[in-house]
């Protein structure tokens, strides 16, 4: 799966989460970005971002992402595997 197959996936589970079907991602996407986006969905995302591909992120990735860009080299990377 490349980066764009990921975002496309990605944008489809962010619009789940927040319930907004206007949410465009870029790489440069953060939590400042999307109103809803508190600390309380950070988890609820994290979680169904793990549920859509299948994959845990490790403490250390789910704290170091800065932004929408991080996710998707994270996730696309472990796709390759």
């Known amino acids: 799966m490349d980066r764009e ?10 619009r789940d989460v927040f319930d ?21 969905e950070h988890i609820s995302l994290i979680s169904a971002v793990e ?5 845990r992120f490790t403490m250390k990735e789910v704290s170091g992402m800065k932004n929408v860009g991080e996710m998707i080299d ?8």
Do not use: C, G, H, N
């Open 51 to 55: 549920k859509a591909f299948k994959m």
């Open 20 to 40: 907004d079907d206007s949410i465009e991602l870029s790489d440069s996407t953060t939590a400042d970005d999307i109103d809803a986006w508190d600390s309380l």
């Open 74 to 81: 994270i996730v696309a990377e472990r796709a390759k595997k």
């Open 5 to 14: 197959q990921v975002k496309i996936r990605l944008e489809k589970v962010f």
